[in-house]
């Protein structure tokens, strides 16, 4: 009967796996769509945090966490920080930048 209990522990495993890599997916095509409509240069992405938090607004979801290098001169680099609940985008906070 535990055999049981570990196999469902490791389909959970394996289902949280893939699941952050969509997650990590949709942060990419989020932060892409956002850089080319303002103008920036996307540089990297990476992952601060991912937790499981239940909203009232939201329910329970997987709340993630990114942050992304990016330029606005082709010349220095800034870190933005993007929000996600699940795979929808919450919120974008960027730093003051330089602009060409």
């Given at each position: 009967?535990?055999?049981i209990y570990y196999l469902l522990l490791f389909c959970l495993f394996c289902w949280y796996f893939v699941y952050l890599r969509q997650v990590s997916e949709a942060a990419k095509r989020h932060v892409h769509r956002y850089?080319?409509?303002s103008g920036l240069q996307f540089i990297s992405l990476a992952r601060r945090s991912s937790r499981l938090k239940f909203t009232k607004k939201h329910g329970?979801?997987?709340y993630?966490?990114?942050d992304f290098d990016f330029s606005?001169?082709?010349e220095s680099t800034n870190q933005g920080c993007l929000t996600l609940y699940?795979?929808?985008l919450d919120k974008i906070d960027l730093p003051a930048y330089r602009v060409n």
């Amino acid at each position: 009967m535990e055999n049981i209990y570990y196999l469902l522990l490791f389909c959970l495993f394996c289902w949280y796996f893939v699941y952050l890599r969509q997650v990590s997916e949709a942060a990419k095509r989020h932060v892409h769509r956002y850089c080319k409509e303002s103008g920036l240069q996307f540089i990297s992405l990476a992952r601060r945090s991912s937790r499981l938090k239940f909203t009232k607004k939201h329910g329970p979801c997987i709340y993630s966490v990114f942050d992304f290098d990016f330029s606005g001169d082709g010349e220095s680099t800034n870190q933005g920080c993007l929000t996600l609940y699940g795979l929808k985008l919450d919120k974008i906070d960027l730093p003051a930048y330089r602009v060409n």
